[in-house]
């Protein structure tokens, strides 16, 4: 959008009679040619030397009227590449165009499709695969219900008034027993995603590099991407060390990013040496590891290895956890452990950015905690999400053609990630889906470059088995009648073929 | 810090005895410098070309060694200035320092007043005139018991599951109704300092101008700095319009952010002449106005003039609203309204920062408007408010010494903006009222540039009565004994004097 150059530049009428300063008769017609095309967006005006001697003005003349048509949010200077248009006028009231004031970091990373998670998801009539939810039908509400009243009854000051931005002593104190740190190095944070952006806002530079999975965490990628970030990707089923010494002695990253345990959206969990050598390799290049540890207690029936914050000896591990897969996405907590060197800086950053936590929720949570509900919970999700799991592949060699979706079977987490046959397009199928009231995520979302056309993530967690079949019959509906049927392969051996 | 310049630059032994390749050992000599203190924090180190010459190596080697050391964390390069040390090692094991991998950002502001402010407010051992909280204590906890315990019943899916960024369609539409807009023009946050950092973010590039009030809110300042804005005061106790034209002219900047009902933290009140002036300029000079209205509900007997945003009819101002004073601080709720292509981009923004808003308040929270309890009790505050602060003026004129103490009385907020006699610091004072359990916030914390340092903020609101009265009185004990009596001024007739 910022490559064309203004092939025609309109004749501009800028005498006298239009009245005012030369420049602001000039801005006048600028704007007047952005309004009615002759400028449209994207293109770059002329140098203010080219068009001065074109004019017959001064270059101090064109350097005001574009500096004049800036502030009206029109137009764009680029040191270095020139001015560009980069808006229409907002109307005829308008003083300037939004879209023009914004800043260049805000203009980085717009993608919506987070925003098109969460509508399909509180959408009852949308059957939804896509966005990441637990089994919220199994949520505690009456005993959630019971401790709100019982905190607000004997301890209004500390649900009502301020808190501190660390997060509310007893949650902190909690989590930190559970976790098995000390409490001064939590951080309570407004969910996972809070605490990717903390890191990115509190560490990178606009150009610095971070290497993170591949296919990833969409909410990762617009977090690094939005402060500037080269975000390079790192084949995590392939999970190849040599490759991933090859990204850091290429790229020097800042940071790592990885879910090392079923793994949004493949569901791989990363074995026990390649964390080790994932550590050793973090230790040599100096590079921080962010670890999203989301989904590592939701696991079936086997435990995945240590967090790498537990392995890590060294101190260069931050670890996010979220109580959005624990508990609900909707209470908007979770929380992240790190050296208190920088847990210092990020709830200074966190200050400013909301506060705090909001306080009841915190409060209720750790009564959940200390009291064992989180922990039964929990065991209650890992066996409904199997049951789960178990609904979904069924209907899907039932319903489906033979041999026309293949997916790696997950040990735990929430995901069945899923490849299309060949020359199918996720996007094509997402759309007819939609259509038919169902929805899930296209693969290319979870992908920094290129890739993930004929990929799909299902999220068999979120509704019970009958709504499940009902959904994946409603997909097998909308599937083009040519494609063939559902082949397995089993986690961690091989990628999806 | 960073303005020193090494000047005697240690002996570095880097002959081979210590193996290795040459930048490596030259990296080594340099961590070692670094940490036994023979380059401290903040030197410069020599030019590359330099070192090289000195060291008779090649530049590549000690280019490569800069490299080496930076990815440390120890040291960090500016772009035409050189490579200054940053930290200090972490430690034998660490293979970095933390602070020497922070974000240029991330140290433009490092201010933990806001950070003391809360921790005093939840500390039970201080009597806290610091953090605005409004009166708490009348605070209708059962019925909010009981509006959360029926949501969770009712709604479950709502309340727990994914909902729209832009906050639950719910209290949209009823923030929407009472304020008198579109739903569309609504964002629901969590509190309206989210609000200014999301338009900080959204709209400042580094360099950009701020203009605001002086003295004025913290949270404001440190969202506008952190963005790396340069933030320019507008004396907001005088409120000139031609001050306010020559800072427009000659910094042009993005954004105005104004507090015009019951500033905080002086309490003044912008007239309605003076408003719709402030909108001719915002107008003529193109620039976006942030209106903090927090507080302007919040009047004892007679509504402020119209808030900018209903004054204005070309749409240049965003309104930030929260319910932080109409409710409680600790529910981390706010709202702002303004034209939809902006509410658009601040919603992509917050998506990344924090994805969503947690619903059970919002839920709650809409119920209390739609049932017109909130206007209830926002009557209730005012006059309760109103008491308190006739409690505390005549606690003060009792307790401290004749003529020692002037402040402005506000018409509403939860404010008195206090000067200090001559010779006196609020820094100094605040020590010793922290020592007998009292706080309050001293002036300078208000200031964008030098200032306040005679004058302090009692917020007379969070408090009971006797409550202010104990409190002032430990204040009294304090209060150096030559100092002199209360006097007050009539709010917007004058400055303290």
Chains 1, 2 share one sequence.
Not at 16 to 43: F, I, K, M, N, Q
Not at 85 to 111: I, M, N, Q, T, Y
Request: charged share 20%.
């Amino acid at each position: 959008m910022w490559n064309h150059v203004c092939m025609n530049f309109p004749d501009l009428q800028i005498n006298g009679r239009a009245g005012g300063s030369r420049y602001l008769r000039l801005a006048e017609a600028l704007a007047a040619a952005v309004a009615c095309g002759d400028l449209p967006l994207g293109v770059r005006l002329p140098s203010e030397r080219d068009l001065a001697a074109r004019l017959g003005v001064s270059r101090t003349t064109v350097a005001s009227a574009y500096r004049e048509i800036e502030s009206r949010g029109l137009v764009r200077g680029h040191v270095g590449r020139g001015t560009f248009v980069c808006a229409g006028p907002e109307g005829d009231e308008a003083p300037f165009a939004w879209r023009g004031k914004l800043a260049r970091g805000a203009l980085r990373s717009l993608d919506p499709t987070l925003g098109h998670l969460m509508s399909w998801a509180s959408n009852p009539e949308v059957i939804s695969f896509a966005a990441g939810v637990p089994a919220l039908d199994r949520f505690p509400t009456e005993l959630f219900a019971q401790l709100t009243a019982e905190i607000l009854r004997t301890n209004p000051a500390a649900a009502l008034g301020h808190g501190p931005s660390e997060g509310q002593p007893r949650l902190r104190a909690a989590i930190a027993r559970r976790f098995g740190v000390p409490r001064e190095r939590v951080l309570v944070l407004t969910g996972a995603q809070q605490g990717l952006d903390l890191v990115a806002r509190c560490m990178l530079d606009p150009g610095d590099a971070v290497v993170m999975d591949r296919p990833g965490y969409l909410g990762a990628i617009q977090a690094f991407r939005a402060a500037g970030a080269h975000v390079v990707g790192w084949d995590v089923l392939r999970a190849d060390m040599g490759e991933l010494e090859d990204l850091l002695l290429r790229y020097r990253p800042k940071l790592i990013y990885t879910n090392p345990s079923f793994q949004n959206p493949t569901g791989r969990t990363l074995p026990l040496p390649e964390r080790q050598e994932l550590l050793a390799l973090a230790a040599r290049y100096r590079t921080a590891v962010i670890e999203d540890g989301t989904y590592e207690e939701l696991y079936f029936t086997k435990p995945p290895p240590p967090p790498l914050y537990h392995l890590d000896r060294r101190g260069v591990v931050i670890h996010v956890g979220s109580f959005s897969k624990m508990l609900a996405p909707g209470l908007r907590l979770g929380w992240l452990v790190a050296a208190e060197a920088i847990v210092g800086q990020l709830a200074l950053v966190k200050q400013r950015t909301d506060a705090q936590t909001a306080n009841l929720g915190q409060l209720v949570v750790a009564e959940l905690i200390g009291g064992g509900r989180l922990d039964e919970h929990v065991r209650l999700l890992r066996a409904e999400h199997a049951r789960r799991l178990a609904a979904m592949e069924a209907e899907l060699e039932r319903a489906l053609p033979q041999r026309s979706l293949s997916y790696i079977r997950p040990e735990g987490g929430m995901y069945l990630w899923c490849r299309l046959p060949a020359r199918m397009l996720a996007r094509d199928l997402l759309e007819r889906a939609i259509g038919a009231g169902i929805a899930f995520v296209n693969g290319d979302a979870f992908y920094t470059e290129d890739g993930g056309s004929g990929e799909l993530r299902l999220c068999f967690a979120g509704v019970p088995a009958e709504t499940i079949r009902a959904g994946v019959r409603k997909l097998a509906a909308v599937w083009e009648p040519e494609m063939g049927a559902t082949s397995r392969v089993a986690a961690g051996v091989a990628p999806v073929v």
